[in-house]
């Protein structure tokens, strides 16, 4: 099966610094999805990107699809201590019909040091 | 918007015991989802449901059933609880009619001794 590598696993930062993360495939997916999820609570949906090179922003947030579409990039500007956290990214392959396909990287855990 | 509302939120059992873990959406969602997180895991896919009356199985289905009751209500019952069973299930939905974004509730936390 389709599997998505993300990296890294864990970051500790300092208050203010900038974040980078990324997902890896060896597979070409249609469409990235970044999802945060706090401490004791389901991910939320973040950022969506459906084309090759699309760049998008949320707030401090800003994410890219890879142009070979087998990555995407998120990157969080001047981190706050509300950005800790578990991102995941998740990518959708269109298989032609039948149920949604998701699948998920297993997390960046996003750790800041005031 | 309540979105997607999953009950209880925290649940102990004792090894072989039974119980059903609730999910209702109120998105007028056609697709549902049941995921397992785990440690190190990221989250994996136990069963789904694209639309009212079908469910599939997904990644790790052994030791799970699941009933898509209407449109709404997606169930996910563990008939004897084990301990590898510890973990935090999560229930999605999604609008179907081909992949599309997921939305999550705020997941159920699971114990078993």
């Known amino acids: 099966g389709q599997q998505l590598n993300q990296s890294p696993q864990s970051m500790f930062i300092q208050e203010g610094e900038d974040v980078s993360m990324n997902c890896t495939s060896s597979?070409?997916?249609?469409?990235w999805l970044w999802y945060k999820q706090d401490p004791g609570e389901g991910p939320v949906l973040l950022i969506a990107?459906?084309?090759?090179?699309e760049l998008t922003s949320n707030g401090r947030l800003t994410a890219q699809f890879g142009i070979t579409r087998k990555d995407s990039f998120l990157n969080i500007s001047a981190s706050i201590p509300s950005d800790v956290g578990i991102y995941f990214c998740?990518?959708?392959?269109?298989?032609?019909?039948?149920?949604?396909?998701?699948?998920f990287g297993k997390g960046t855990h996003l750790i800041i040091q005031p | 918007n309540a979105g997607v509302t999953q009950t209880p939120k925290f649940q102990v059992l004792k090894t072989g015991q039974s119980m059903t873990l609730q999910c209702a959406q109120d998105?007028?969602?056609?697709?549902m989802y049941w995921y397992r997180q785990d440690p190190g895991m990221g989250l994996r896919l136990i069963y789904y449901?694209?639309?009212?009356?079908?469910?599939d199985k997904g990644e790790v289905p052994n030791g799970y059933n699941v009933s898509r009751l209407n449109k709404r209500e997606f169930s996910l019952r563990l008939e004897s609880a084990a301990p590898s069973q510890t973990s935090v299930y999560f229930c999605?939905?999604?609008?179907?009619?081909?992949?599309?974004?997921?939305?999550f509730g705020a997941g159920t936390r699971l114990s078993v001794l």
């Open positions: 999605a939905s999604s609008e179907g009619g081909g992949p599309g974004i997921q939305y």
């Open positions: 597979s070409i997916f249609n469409t």
């Open positions: 990107l459906y084309k090759a090179g």
């Open positions: 998740a990518g959708i392959m269109y298989s032609g019909g039948g149920a949604d396909g998701l699948t």
């Open positions: 998105m007028n969602h056609n697709s």
């Open positions: 449901s694209a639309s009212e009356g079908t469910t």
